[in-house]
């Protein structure tokens, strides 16, 4: 990693190559955060990449076998992007721990926050990092900043909460981040503004959070503003919420994802957030269920949005693409609004570090430093 007037000037010139090289339909694709149907580029996952061109890809479960196919399939999906992609994962550890086929099982949230061991945060930042730049990736979509309401509560993040309060996710999360982003992966913070108060699963529908807006503000934003100004440990990155602000958008069913009021009005302008913002998947049933995942993408671009996320299916990351092209050509999207999100994406990018050289032997370490981790979280308890 560089320093900050490196880093200035490598997002500068990502900037500008990527408005100068490509077109219309391309910088659109920038925009997208895709998911691929397989462990392997088969012809449509090529003709798919090669035509849109995507910002960022996403890989899940279906695409993770053993470390050489995910290093051939990077390298594959690299090949095919005029841009330097982001390469992401979700790697929280426990419930959600994508890369559990190659190494040894990552410490869960549950069990950092059961041991209170900050130090012990940060290594599993450095471990995860190193891992997942020896696969090819430079973005992990954690650390989970979510404060539960009620742990019981079946809200899909069972099991992913790092505190009950603001300063017990902070400190976790912060030193998570420093030890990750140390390693030279990028960390992206979720789900902005706060899901620990849900009720429901926003995979399957669209929750509905009533709290007043201080208690929005003072619960579920407050991890972000505090890591938003931390040095070492800053969140470049969130992703945001598919659930309903009745605080921010009234009693209408918003999804935080495609409203204004909070990604621009709040995140932005209140808030002064200049890093990346990226929505929650679009295939979730918290939007299908209500709209089409097209129009949607359209709806959060509009609302703010830097990257629309479409997780695996190919048809619904053309309509989407396809009507983002459609937006900016009749004028819904201008050109600066593109731009703009543009700038934010390669800012981010700047700072991604090059994959790591794959060895036996690396893989091996990593898994003995996972395996002494959770025995001394397991003894911290």
């Known amino acids: 990693m560089t320093n900050s007037e490196d880093f200035a000037e490598s997002g500068q010139e990502k900037r500008r ?34 035509a849109i061109q995507p910002g960022g890809v996403l890989l899940t479960e279906r695409n993770i076998e053993n470390a050489l196919q995910v290093i051939e399939l990077v390298g594959s999906i690299r090949d095919l992007l005029k841009v330097p992609p982001f390469l992401a994962v979700d790697q929280e550890g426990g419930r959600v721990d994508r890369l559990k086929p190659i190494f040894s099982a990552m410490a869960s949230p549950d069990l950092l926050r059961a041991s209170n061991d900050a130090s012990a945060a940060a290594r599993l930042g450095e471990i995860t990092a190193e891992a997942l730049r020896m ?40 030193s998570y981040l420093e030890g990750l982003q140390r390693g030279g992966v990028i960390g992206v913070g979720k789900h902005f503004p706060g899901l620990g108060a849900a009720t429901v699963d926003s995979h399957r529908e669209l929750p509905e959070i009533d709290a007043p807006r201080d208690q929005v503000l003072k619960r579920g934003v407050m991890p972000y503003t505090e890591l938003f100004s931390k040095i070492n440990a800053r969140l470049n990155g969130v992703i945001i ?18 409203s204004r009021n909070v990604v621009t009005g709040l995140l932005r302008e209140e808030l002064g957030f200049k890093g ?41 990351i053309r309509a989407a693409w396809e009507a983002l092209v459609r937006a900016a050509r009749d004028g819904r999207l201008s050109k600066q609004r593109i731009n703009r999100s543009i700038d934010h994406i390669a800012g981010v990018k700047s700072m991604t570090s090059p994959p790591l050289q794959f060895n036996e032997m690396a893989v091996s370490r990593i898994k003995e430093r996972l395996g002494e981790l959770n025995l001394t979280l397991q003894h911290t308890r």
């Open 241 to 258: 919420a598919h659930a309903h602000y009745s605080a921010f958008d009234g009693p209408s069913p918003l999804p935080a994802t495609l």
């Open 276 to 316: 990346l913002s990226i929505t929650d998947d679009m295939e979730m049933g918290a939007i299908t269920g209500t709209r089409g995942s097209a129009e949607a993408a359209v709806a959060a671009v509009e609302a703010g949005v830097d990257m629309v996320m479409v997780g695996s299916t190919s048809d619904r």
């Open 135 to 174: 696969l090819g990736f430079n973005l992990n979509f954690a650390p989970v900043l979510d404060i539960p309401s009620d742990d019981s509560v079946d809200n899909g993040l069972k099991g992913r909460y790092l505190g009950a309060s603001v300063a017990e996710v902070v400190r976790l999360a912060g």
């Open 17 to 50: 190559t990527t408005r100068e090289i490509m077109d219309l339909e391309h910088r659109v694709g920038q925009l997208l955060f895709i998911g691929l149907p397989g462990a392997a580029v088969d012809a449509q996952t090529r003709e798919l990449l090669e």
